[in-house]
């Protein structure tokens, strides 16, 4: 392989390949774990949060959307915050991506471990680390054939987890049209209190910042002004009606308090509510869906953490290095290794609920900043009134005093690790 020092990558990522790559990120740990976490503290509630987290993520995806059509290069936030707000703030959303994503990235690693391992019977523990292993290696070489190779492979995991998806739908239709006395969902009776929706609220908020690889994929975009928001607009609306559907199904089917439940105790718990359908191999379809989704976000996060780091090598932020680019597949090949590399040692330690609560104060922080770069734009440079900067920003500082103490203790002190790299790495390139 000839490498070579490039500032600019491939744009072969249409419309439709742009859509499918957010659609990637956002149908997986979210549609198959966190509704259940938000079921868990909202009841049936979270139907509302559900909603409520679709018109946050909104907001800011018309951010990101309108930031990237401007400033269409890798790095998203990152590159934004440079742009239009300060190096230590673009530095600060870039280090707190790579953070909490490198993170997700290994629990859905070890997800797919256990839905496999689960499927065919073997034992978890025993195997699912090498498993794991197995699947972050075979989908780093996927990430290192080229973009449109990668696109190609990433449209066959989201058509079968969407498939996988609408049977589980229109497998639990008898359940919604069941007497209201004879299932055990009463949709808003049991919603608890106003915490635990806005809690919920920022919990699901998570499961919709998938759109937001569209922007950070922006240098590989053809016609990124038109395609990039139509991308990330057309991915949050089809996300919103997904998730509200299935939670709808599960909570018809086997309620608030049960679907919590198996969340927390189960390795598969839309895999557990589909054993109840009266269909032969319910089962087995949606651990099929539950194994592709985990893939495919695994697969995605590969591509945005490893542009992300990308950009901050070819700032100077991290090891240069780490911009090295393929002239054959226009790939970033050396931070997608590196990446991976992260990822595999993350796989040791990971834990779901403590990487998706780090996840949701991580990403409300990083879509605060992005909104904040959306409002400095010039009227000339906006698609979008100025109104949802605004709503989205105030929405992202909000739902992230509902986020769990621990976490913001935890986030913060990473934030302070990076700054003194950041101002580590300026002093450095002074002399």
Known sequence: MSRVQSPGLRRELGVFGAMMMG???????????????????????????????SLVAMCNGLSSAQLAANHPVSGGTYEYGYKWLSPR????????FMCAKSASAATAALGFAGYLLNTIGYDQNEYRLSVALIAL?????????????????????????????????????????????????KFFQESGDGFGLLQATALMFVAYTGYGRIATLGEEVREPRRTIPLAVICTLAVSMCLYFSVAYIALAVVGAE???????????????????????GASLILAIGAMTS????????????????????????????LSAVS??????????LVVS????????????????????????????????????????????????????????LFLAFWVNWGVWLVGLALIGIGLVWHELISRRAKF
């Not at 976000?297 to 100077?316: D, E, I, P, Q, T």
């Not at 002239?327 to 997608?336: D, M, N, V």
Request: proline residues 5%; aromatic residues 10%; neutral net charge.
């Open 341 to 396: 590399a992260i990822i595999g040692g993350l796989v040791l330690f990971s834990d779901v609920r403590v990487t998706w609560s780090f996840s949701a104060f991580t990403v409300l922080i990083y879509y605060a900043l992005t909104n904040i770069c959306a409002l400095r734009l010039a009227p000339q440079e906006r698609l979008f009134p100025i109104w949802p900067a605004w709503c989205g920003l105030g929405a992202c």
């Open 327 to 336: 002239a054959e597949t226009g790939i970033p090949w050396s931070a997608t």
């Open 258 to 280: 049960t679907y919590g439940e198996l969340t927390r105790n189960q390795v598969a718990p839309l895999q557990a509510i589909a054993e109840k359908f009266p269909v032969s």
């Open 137 to 185: 290696c075979a989908l780093t070489v996927v990430a290192l054939t080229g973009i449109q190779r990668t696109s190609r492979a990433n449209i066959l995991i989201v058509v079968v987890t969407l498939c996988s998806l609408m049977f589980f739908v229109l497998a639990g239709m008898p359940w919604v049209a069941a007497p209201a006395d004879e299932k055990p969902l």
């Open 294 to 321: 985990m893939l495919g976000v695994l697969l995605n996060l590969l591509l945005g953490l490893s542009r992300v780091l990308f950009a901050m090598a070819r700032r100077g932020d991290m090891p240069h290095g």
């Open 23 to 53: 659609l990637g990120s956002i149908v997986g740990t979210g549609v198959f774990v966190s509704i259940g976490f938000a079921a868990e503290v909202a009841g049936s509630s979270v139907l509302l949060a559900i909603v409520f987290a």
């Open 89 to 96: 703030l673009g530095f600060t959303a870039g280090w707190m």
